[in-house]
């Protein structure tokens, strides 16, 4: 059975419109932006988070965040 909740974010994401989220992380993401992240997954909003001391990019649904990793080996608790 299909929860009001689940209701709403459903048509969160079907009408989600707002521009892509663009965070720039150093080494683990602040409390911010760990707050807009989950946010952004959430309601299905389009997100790239910069990874600076890898020099790369990471994006919801595309594998492990580079800063839960440690040299290559997938270190999450999922």
Same mark, same amino acid.
């Given at each position: 059975? &299909?929860?009001? #909740?689940?209701? +709403?974010?459903?048509?969160?994401? @079907? ?8 965070? !720039?992380? &150093?080494?683990?993401?602040? /409390? ?6 989950? #946010?952004?997954?959430? +309601?299905?909003?389009?997100?790239? @988070? !910069?990874?600076? /001391?890898?020099? &790369? ?8 965040? /580079? ?5 290559? +080996? ?5």
């Amino acid at each position: 059975m &299909t929860t009001i #909740k689940d209701r +709403i974010t459903q048509l969160e994401r @079907a009408s989600n419109n707002a521009p892509m989220l663009v965070l !720039f992380v &150093t080494d683990k993401p602040t /409390p911010e932006q760990s707050e807009q992240i989950a #946010k952004a997954e959430r +309601i299905g909003r389009r997100l790239i @988070a !910069f990874y600076m /001391p890898g020099d &790369t990019a990471w994006m919801p649904g595309y594998g492990v965040p /580079p800063w839960e990793q440690v040299a290559g +080996i997938d270190c999450a608790v999922r």
